[in-house]
């Protein structure tokens, strides 16, 4: 485990970046920022020159893999980093020089302990794709089939470790200020992240998520999961079939294929409502890169490290949430926040009720040329913060992958209605799911469950697993050693770690300004 002064360190170094880019400006200027966090980020900006416009998505990239993803992770969240710098993280991309295919060779062959022709027939030493974690490169089976190799970058397990420690060691310490900082629960948010890249960081989950979407959406028309190739997947290296298309991006080439675009932008928007309200199950990394449309128009998906899980009781409170918006049942709205204990009791549910129409009257009947869903996403963080609403980790997936599908959709047909688009399917689900038929099928199916058993064995369930609301348990957080809980121990502590603070901060600045990496 770091020590605290390791911790320092890093973040005085990360701070350095930060501040060439403009990017801590945002934390300075902050009203509920801690006073504590306000000086550090001066001590770490000392002596820079700072651009006038803050390039937020240039700094994470510039600090390196592990910031990349967490700059994604905080475009999610303009309550955290505000909509300025959310919009802007927005357009960070997960690209990185590639590793020489030397080492991509040595990888492969360790990683099956077989030699790279006794895999492949071929493999092109140039990746299709370079990004913070794995990249690409395209090959030949021994069978001939044409496929797709993703390969961890060397060491990237250890440096995430690294890296993470610290977001861990910094969100304890933020959260310990209460406050605003403990509202928006960093720690939780840091947990979740961490999960989320522990996951992207074994490849055989990448597979096996990839196969549970491609058996859930095998019913649904126009859209497809590439094959995974299992006897040459494994932790670090992930083989599939290779896709033939057109980036959903590249409008000119889909138009000469005879695509119609209007359709696809609605196909797009249905076949993410299709995973995430119908199945609880979906891509939540469909950026423009990790989709393409094949010559009959089948929307083809990759990159599967990042997926969303909602449960079907916080799906049915979703469905409801979109439909009430969409038809202006703002009341209805508000009583699925207090029932999912989203918001606490003590608020009034009809005052909640007026602040949703703030927000859902002026998207209604709007393209998204004039008014988005990140808009409305912005609108909503706005209101829930004078309403005590606690962050949602469990649904920080389902709100970027909703803006990054509506960009796409956008992209294809600017004049598109989402709401338009995404309410008769919302309804359609509702009647199938809350209708009478469907009520008295799970009443049956309840039944005869039940009746199955015996009724104490009911009692004790029942008594175990009692309702829990809409937000599932947080994940144990590890523990995290504050400075200050030292400092009360021994009264010089303190002054200890100020020194080695002021001490660290000339490291970092010397190291950074002749280019030695802490």
């Known amino acids: 485990m770091a020590s605290h002064r390791t911790h320092i360190l890093r973040l005085l170094g990360w701070g350095r970046v930060l501040a060439r880019h403009g990017a801590l400006r945002i934390i300075e200027d902050a009203p509920h920022a801690p006073a504590p966090v306000r000086r550090l980020c001066r001590i770490a900006r000392f002596g820079t020159r700072q651009p006038d416009q803050p390039d937020y ?35 960070l991309q997960d690209s990185l020089p590639p590793v020489p295919f030397a080492a991509i060779r040595t990888e492969i062959e360790s990683a099956f302990g077989r030699k790279l022709e006794d895999l492949y027939t071929s493999i092109e030493e140039e990746p299709v794709g ?23 970058r060397p060491g990237i397990r250890e440096k995430f470790a690294q890296d993470i420690q610290t977001y861990e060691w910094a ?45 859930k959406m095998a019913g649904v028309a126009g859209y497809r999961i590439p094959a995974i190739d299992w006897d040459r997947t494994c932790g670090s290296v992930m083989t599939l079939e290779w896709i033939e298309g057109t980036k959903i991006s590249d409008r000119d080439a889909l138009r000469a294929q005879g695509v119609d675009l209007e359709e696809l932008a609605k196909r797009l928007v249905i076949a993410f409502l299709t995973q995430a309200v119908a199945l609880g199950y979906f891509h939540a990394d469909m950026h423009q890169g ?27 409170w979703l469905g409801e949430i979109i439909h009430g918006l969409t038809t202006g049942n703002y009341r209805r709205v508000a009583e699925i926040h207090f029932e999912a204990q989203y918001v606490p009791s003590y608020h009034n549910l009809e005052e909640f009720a007026t602040a949703l129409r703030a927000v859902g009257e002026p998207m209604r009947g709007k393209s998204v040329k004039e008014l988005s869903v990140g ?49 008769p399917f919302v309804s359609e689900w509702m009647r199938d799911e809350l209708g009478p038929e469907a009520a008295i099928a799970r009443g049956v199916r309840l039944g005869l469950t039940r009746l199955a058993k015996l009724p104490a064995l009911l009692d004790r369930i029942e008594e175990a697993f009692p309702p829990k609301g809409g937000a599932p348990e947080p994940p144990p957080l590890p523990d995290v050693a504050l400075i200050f809980e030292r400092g009360q121990r021994n009264p010089n502590g303190w002054l200890r770690y100020a020194a080695s603070f002021l001490i660290g901060g000339v490291v970092a600045w010397l190291a950074l300004e002749h280019g030695i990496s802490l």
């Not at 089948?298 to 009781?313: C, L, V």
């Not at 997936?397 to 956008?410: D, F, I, N, R």
Request: hydrophobic share 50%; net charge neutral; proline share 3%.
């Open 57 to 91: 998505a240039g700094a994470f990239r510039a600090i390196g893999p592990a910031a990349i993803k967490l700059g994604q992770t905080l475009a999610t969240r303009p309550d955290v980093v505000g909509d300025e710098a959310a919009r802007n993280l927005l357009s």
């Open 130 to 152: 370079a990004a913070s974690i794995a990249q690409v490169h395209r090959a030949v089976t021994l069978d001939g089939r044409k496929v797709a190799v993703k390969v961890l």
């Open 171 to 215: 969100a304890a310490h933020l959260e310990a200020f209460g406050g605003e900082a403990a509202r928006l629960r960093p720690r939780l948010v840091i947990a979740n992240f961490k999960r989320w890249t522990l996951r992207e960081l074994d490849l055989r989950r990448e597979a096996a998520s990839a196969s549970e979407l491609a058996e």
């Open 290 to 316: 990790n989709l393409f449309i094949e010559k009959d128009g089948t929307i083809a998906a990759i990159d599967f490290g990042i997926m969303g899980r909602i449960d079907r009781q916080a799906r049915v």
């Open 375 to 423: 808009q409305m996403l912005d609108g909503l963080f706005a209101i829930t913060r004078d309403f005590d609403m606690v962050t949602q980790p469990h649904l920080l997936l389902l709100q970027k992958t909703m803006v990054m599908v509506e960009g796409l959709a956008t992209q294809l047909h600017p004049d598109i209605n989402m709401w338009d688009v995404s309410g």
